[in-house]
């Protein structure tokens, strides 16, 4: 629809257009700190608004749906597509609690590089992290066998974290760190034993 986005001078990587909402990637060579964003259509240019670029802002899959007797669970899948929160907590949602040794794959942006790839390309391939990530279910680390860029998608990354060996709840704490700093989520996964 002709629709443009810039940031910091730079031409964003545009995802969707609606006439309410425009999703955009900011592109991996944008300076970090303040950067002006402009929209561009057919009636012309945007007032530009303010801001903030950090390296990374990593964030994971935790939709408000997913909010369950007060507590917000991560978006966690199983192969079979069903998630990893109390059984039937959602009305149409597959769900099951995630035993140990389950792997779980864990969607989130904002993370960083990755080897072979930047901001605005189509996954083709493998790819990982340049930044060390860690899980936690509780205060027992979880192992991680992938960690990189979904495949045919940009800009989300994925995670394929395995269930440690931890207490039955249905509201196990789930955190992580990235290169040694917490993420600021508070999040739950679903685990039997």
């Known amino acids: 629809a002709g629709v443009?986005?810039?940031i910091g001078g730079r031409a964003a990587f545009i995802d969707y257009?609606?006439?309410?909402?425009?999703n955009a990637l900011v592109p991996s060579d944008v300076p970090i700190g303040t950067a002006?964003?402009?929209?561009?259509?057919?009636?012309?240019?945007?007032?530009?608004?303010a801001l903030t670029v950090n390296a990374t802002e990593p964030g994971l899959l935790a939709p408000l749906s997913f909010q369950i007797g007060g507590k917000q669970?991560?978006?966690?899948l199983?192969?079979?597509?069903?998630f990893a929160i109390p059984q039937n907590a959602i009305a149409g949602v597959a769900s099951r609690p995630a035993k140990p040794g389950d792997t779980l794959i864990v969607y989130g942006i904002g993370f960083g590089p990755v080897t072979g790839f930047t901001?605005?390309?189509?996954?083709?391939?493998l790819n990982s992290l340049t930044t060390p990530v860690h899980f936690f279910f509780g205060a027992t680390e979880a192992s991680v066998s992938y960690d990189g860029l979904a495949p045919s998608f940009t800009g989300l990354y994925q995670f394929n974290v395995v269930v440690p060996n931890v207490a039955a709840n249905d509201a196990v704490p789930i955190s992580f760190s990235l290169d040694g700093v917490p993420g600021s989520q508070t999040l739950y996964v679903a685990v039997q034993n």
Do not use: C, E, R
Not at 37 to 44: E, K, M, Q, R, Y
Not at 78 to 82: E, L, M, Q, R, V
């Open 4 to 6: 443009k986005v810039s």
């Open 17 to 22: 257009v609606s006439p309410s909402q425009i």
């Open 36 to 49: 002006n964003l402009t929209v561009t259509n057919s009636t012309g240019v945007s007032d530009s608004f």
């Open 73 to 76: 669970y991560l978006a966690a």
């Open 78 to 82: 199983f192969n079979d597509g069903s």
């Open 119 to 125: 901001a605005g390309t189509l996954v083709t391939q």
